[in-house]
């Protein structure tokens, strides 16, 4: 089958035939062609073993309807979903709009809060079998994008033996900023790093009243709800993260709001999200001269990154180092977007912080530039019960916005218990 592995050159000589055209859709398709007959039982395994593995998979809304939007919300891959595999037969001269076809009927089924967020294809030839996917765009950020396809590929090849690593595209999102700096990044990577921020309303009251003020007060509110050790974490991760979304929703008006759990460590796999963060942001800076940046400073420092062990906190530093006073707007300005950092394990006093960033994406380890987050969170486990700890800062120039989300948030999560268990 060809395409494994995948590389960003790859990606983009798929684009260029035409498979990745309709950069303006919210469903992205993307077409391999098999080198020999596409053994079905085989790519039923390959789809399972994608299924449990990669992450991409594990993206769902955690609230229904258009007013509330979670992206990125990294949790075990329910395996109610539901995934059929097409079987399509065409000629030569039909297979154009066969593949059109098949991609079409694999969109119309996508639905991110009740469905499959992806699906493929096998659009059969007399000579060949070329297989078509549809990413819902929750699914289809470029960098999980081809880490699909790499790893659903070696998934075929290994058959019964495939064995694929959770969270282990740290690597292919390392070469997105040096094809940036190249110049060498495809356009439907470009599509995808100027399209999610853009599209999410300002959040009223948080623009900062006292820019570069870093020793600003802060307020802490604290609360506590009744908890059970035997719950599930994740289930209360996820109550916690409605309860927040809710209440932005509800004292903001803001139509929409985001969430991106990044887990932020030392190790790669958890280190993910950060790597992420300056790969998407890299080349999103190289495209506008006004961010100060250009090639040669890009490749400096990763370069540098790539000597230190704590490489990754380093570069983003230097990024913020360079953004230009022009750059609000580019960044998403304020917006309705929940930060969470760390592992979920309120019995050991590990959980949080979450934190409500006013600049997205926020890539900093989590007690760092605290003075950008209107809001920030930590859960402690004490006995029976659940603390809430709240940090409000007084930076911005509204800031009963951030209090009445807060407060509003406090009483939803009066009602955990029933939450956790619904």
Not at 43 to 54: K, N, P, Q, Y
Not at 133 to 153: E, T
Not at 312 to 319: G, K, S, V, Y
Not at 357 to 377: C, F, M, T, Y
Request: charged letters at 25%.
């Amino acid at each position: 089958m060809k395409g494994y592995p995948l590389t960003a050159a790859q990606i983009n000589s798929i684009a260029a035939a035409g498979s990745l055209r309709d950069l303006d859709s919210d469903i992205l398709p993307v077409t391999l062609t098999a080198e020999e007959r596409v053994d079905l039982r085989r790519l039923t395994g390959a789809v399972l073993a994608i299924h449990r593995a990669h992450p991409v998979l594990r993206v769902r809304v955690v609230s229904d309807g258009e007013a509330l939007e979670a992206r990125q919300y990294i949790e075990d891959c329910p395996d109610e979903a539901p995934f059929r595999i097409r079987h399509v037969s065409a000629t030569d001269a039909t297979l154009a709009d066969a593949v059109n076809d098949a991609f079409a009927t694999l969109a119309s089924a996508l639905h991110i809060s009740d469905g499959p967020v992806w699906g493929m294809a096998v659009v059969s030839t007399e000579s060949q079998d070329h297989l078509v996917f549809a990413f819902s765009h929750f699914a289809g950020d470029f960098s999980s994008l081809v880490m699909v396809l790499r790893n659903f590929v070696r998934a075929y090849q290994q058959g019964d033996r495939a064995r694929l690593t959770p969270d282990s595209y740290v690597d292919f999102l390392e070469s997105i900023p040096r094809a940036a700096a190249k110049e060498e990044l495809p356009a439907e990577a470009r599509w995808w790093l100027d399209r999610p921020w853009l599209d999410i309303p300002l959040l009223p009251g948080t623009e900062p009243a006292r820019v570069g003020a870093f020793d600003v007060p802060r307020r802490t509110l604290v609360h506590t709800t009744p908890w059970d050790e035997q719950w599930n974490a994740r289930s209360v991760e996820r109550a916690i993260v409605v309860a927040l979304l809710e209440s932005i929703h509800e004292v903001s008006a803001a139509p929409r709001g985001r969430v991106d759990l990044c887990r932020h460590g030392r190790s790669a796999p958890v280190r993910r999200s950060a790597c992420g963060w300056m790969s998407q942001a890299i080349p999103h800076i190289v495209e506008f001269p006004q961010s100060g940046f250009d090639a040669s400073d890009c490749a400096a420092q990763l370069d540098e990154t790539e000597r230190h062990e704590h490489g990754w906190d380093a570069a983003l530093e230097f990024m913020r180092g360079h953004r230009a006073p022009s750059m609000p707007v580019l960044w998403g300005g304020a917006q309705a977007f929940v930060n969470y950092w760390g592992g979920f394990d309120p019995a050991r006093n590990a959980a949080g912080p979450f934190s409500f960033a006013r600049v997205q994406p926020d890539g900093s380890p989590p007690r760092r530039r605290r003075a950008l987050k209107p809001i920030e969170l930590t859960v402690h486990g004490l006995g029976e019960t659940l603390r809430f700890t709240w940090d409000i800062s007084d930076m911005f120039q509204d800031p009963e916005v951030p209090e009445e989300i807060v407060k509003r948030a406090m009483y939803l999560l009066q009602d955990l218990p029933r939450m956790v268990r619904v």
